[in-house]
């Protein structure tokens, strides 16, 4: 079992920049397949970045690319995104995810079996 706690989530004016951090309970951290997703009021949640477990990968959506940095630190057990250049489109429930098997596409949210609560991001103009 894996146990996702998102943290890092405010309010913040546009241009400015946020790190969200995800914490996770599990024993083999280092090998988890880790996502961030994000899901906007009216909106269908929308995969954002993804790091692989081992040999380290990162992915991202072309809407981020450039201005979020997902990476992680094995040894605190905890993923992070770098928000920077943050727009009012930012604004979003962010929600970090863990998947125990290896995933064939990092982009899809049903590869992911575990979920934390969501940390809201909202950007003002």
């Known amino acids: 079992q894996v146990q996702l706690v998102e943290s890092g989530g405010g309010l913040v004016q546009a241009g400015g920049s946020l790190r969200l951090s995800c914490a996770a309970s599990?024993?083999?951290?280092?090998?988890?397949?880790m996502g961030w997703f994000r899901q906007a009021p009216g909106k269908e949640r929308e995969f954002v970045a993804a790091i692989t477990g081992n040999i380290v990968r990162t992915y991202y959506a072309d809407s981020v690319k450039g201005r979020f940095t997902i990476s992680r630190d094995n040894a605190k057990n905890t993923v992070y995104l770098q928000i920077d250049s943050l727009n009012p489109e930012d604004t979003a429930v962010y929600y970090c995810?863990?998947?125990?098997?290896?995933?064939?596409?990092?982009?899809?949210?049903?590869?992911?079996?575990?979920w934390g609560q969501g940390t809201q991001v909202t950007v003002s103009s």
């Open positions: 599990a024993r083999t951290f280092s090998s988890l397949d």
């Open positions: 995810a863990a998947s125990l098997r290896v995933i064939a596409n990092m982009r899809v949210s049903d590869e992911y079996g575990y």
